[in-house]
């Protein structure tokens, strides 16, 4: 290949990367990207709909389902919880015992309901825990139980805010990744 064909090559890719920067600029740039893919918000008005009623913040919602089953409604996880929210089945039969409705097993695999149960459940461990984000997730992760014995062990109380306190290294990560990703949510949806 010849100097010529050479720049002409050089010059027709520099031509399509300044297309491609355009059309990526035009679609919304990286901003579509990460609503797109990195911090999507499937099942918004479900979301939008529970959070409302059982007064939670959405972004938080958003961003414990992208962590507990990345927005797939028929994900399961190795320990048996269920749908978007990851719930597991006894929890699910206790919420609904809670609020007086039916239910069964397949019942976690509408995103509806497993969003609705989802979310009143954390709206309780964030009124059992006093409104603390860190404990409230930390026992959607680990269990209330775990987290009461912490805060007897450990002497917290409901204005708990070291996460890197937290003794199991999973929940720990769980919680700092949620929080963060809220943060995202509320950056690239809060209009």
């Known amino acids: 290949m010849g100097v010529r064909n050479l720049r002409r090559v050089f010059w027709w890719g520099l031509r399509a990367l300044v297309v491609a920067v355009v059309v990526f600029v035009i679609v ?3 901003g579509w990207v ?3 893919y990195i ?3 499937d099942y918004r008005s ?3 709909t529970s959070a409302a009623h059982y007064r939670a913040d959405p972004y938080l919602v958003a961003a414990v389902i992208k962590h507990e089953s990345k927005f797939q409604t028929r994900a399961r996880s190795d320990g048996g919880a269920l749908g978007l929210m990851q719930l597991m089945p006894q929890t699910a039969a206790w919420i609904a015992r809670q609020l007086d409705e039916p ?3 397949d019942y976690l695999y509408d995103p509806a309901l497993n969003i609705r149960y ?3 459940y954390l709206a309780e461990l964030e009124n059992e825990f006093g409104g603390n984000d860190i404990l409230a997730l930390a026992a959607y992760n680990a269990g209330r139980g775990n987290v ?4 007897e062990r450990y002497h917290w109380n409901d204005q708990f805010d070291e996460i890197e306190a937290i003794p199991y ?5 769980y919680v700092r990744r949620v929080l963060e990703d809220r943060e995202q949510y509320k950056r690239l949806y809060d209009e």
């Open 28 to 30: 919304g740039g990286w």
């Open 46 to 48: 479900y979301i939008e």
């Open 39 to 41: 911090y999507p918000y």
């Open 118 to 120: 989802g979310v009143w």
């Open 148 to 151: 009461r014995d912490w805060m």
């Open 103 to 105: 239910f069964t097993e």
């Open 169 to 173: 290294p999973e929940t720990r990560l």
């Open 34 to 36: 990460e609503r797109s």
